[in-house]
């Protein structure tokens, strides 16, 4: 099988989102190339002109334009990209346009304007930021999925329980189908907890050697392991809201017990480019902090000490992207199997009257 089409298992699926999100990812890209970005699609739409997206950096200025399946009624959006004064001028599209649509692009008046399919887009994401290209694929996991709905689920209980602080009730006795489920329980979340764990050290180690196949390997030996990871988390989460129903308050009591404890904060802190909020708040945040940076670099880091800072990135992008996005990864899981495990060992001591957590052979 030659590279090409190997290289389509380290490509971004750009059919599963929609229009707001491809644009988020797409300015996530662009501020990671320290581009600064105007969202006008989100911000300012009666001002679009045929750009969703301005980005520019010193004295280059970019307008971009995206849309899932361009159809003829898209022509005039396209008219207006290509008479913005920006330089280069961006048309992208996820699915292949309507016959009418394709033949106006090969007209003259739209020479000034760059074309890009998911060929197209997936090659530069991997030429510029195959880090964070990782991580919008293995976040698109099944794995994810599932524990973005379990974190939804739990910060719902958890809320309830905070807002309504009664004393613990005297918890009833479990039913042996009840049992079982408990403990089957705590046997997921300890092997979500343990086998993230296990290779988080492997994987915090650097690697100072980058190769096409390589990559491609890395994020599919990844993603084979978020499918096994996912089969045993969606039992989790079957099984917890089952658990639930049936034993509200010994839950009610377990979660009582560490309320305010860190592993809740694990749990809030999830986030992953797999919804649009997340992407949208991460990016922000991103934004915010690119704007601090150029102030303080423009008021107060002299010449010198950004020379150190330029050796400092250029030290940093000789390892590999993909394995740092692995142990990224890695690192985001276990925080929230370790969360997890604690939620279940509050559980099981509100039942038995004993410290669970002493389970763990110290």
């Known amino acids: 099988m030659g590279l090409g089409s190997e290289m389509k298992n380290f490509s971004i699926s750009w059919n599963n989102y929609t229009e707001e999100e491809i644009h988020l990812i797409i300015c996530s890209l662009f501020n990671s190339l320290d581009y600064h970005i105007k969202n006008h699609h989100k911000s300012d739409r009666a001002n679009e002109d045929g750009a969703d997206i301005i980005v520019n950096k010193d004295k280059e200025d970019i307008a971009i334009a995206v849309k899932i399946k361009p159809k003829e009624k898209d022509r005039a959006q396209l008219i207006e990209l290509s008479e913005r004064k920006e330089k280069r001028k961006i048309y992208v599209y996820v699915e292949t346009p309507t016959d009418k649509f394709a033949k106006f692009t090969k007209s003259a008046t739209m020479k000034n304007v760059e074309f890009w399919d998911t060929k197209k887009l997936n090659d530069f994401f991997r030429e510029t930021n195959p880090y964070l290209m990782a991580n919008i694929i293995f976040e698109s996991s099944e794995l994810h999925k599932i524990l973005e709905t379990l974190k939804i689920y739990l910060m719902d209980i958890w809320r309830k329980n905070n807002e309504n602080k009664k004393k613990k009730r005297k918890t009833p006795p479990l039913n042996k189908e009840s049992f079982k489920k408990l403990w089957r329980l705590k046997d997921v979340a300890v092997t979500l907890n343990k086998s993230t764990s296990t290779i988080e050290p492997l994987l915090n180690q650097p690697l100072k050697f980058k190769d096409k196949n390589l990559d491609i390997h890395f994020v599919n030996v990844f993603e084979n392991y978020l499918e096994l990871l996912a089969r045993d988390t969606g039992l989790f989460l079957k099984h917890f809201i089952a658990f639930e129903k049936d034993n509200p308050i010994l839950v009610r009591n377990g ?39 150029d102030k303080l670099k423009k008021e107060y880091i002299d010449k010198n000490r950004e020379k150190e800072l330029e050796k400092l990135l250029e030290k940093t992008s000789k390892g590999n992207s993909i394995w740092e996005a692995m142990a990224y990864q890695v690192g985001k899981i276990n925080l929230f199997g370790r969360a997890l495990e604690i939620i279940i060992d509050d559980i099981v001591s509100e039942y038995i009257g004993e410290d669970t957590h002493l389970f763990r052979l110290d």
């Open 255 to 293: 979660i009582l017990t560490g309320l305010t404890t860190s592993h809740w904060f694990w749990i809030f802190g999830f986030k992953t480019y797999g919804t649009t909020w997340g992407m949208g708040e991460i990016l922000e945040k991103s934004i915010e902090n690119k704007e601090l940076m």
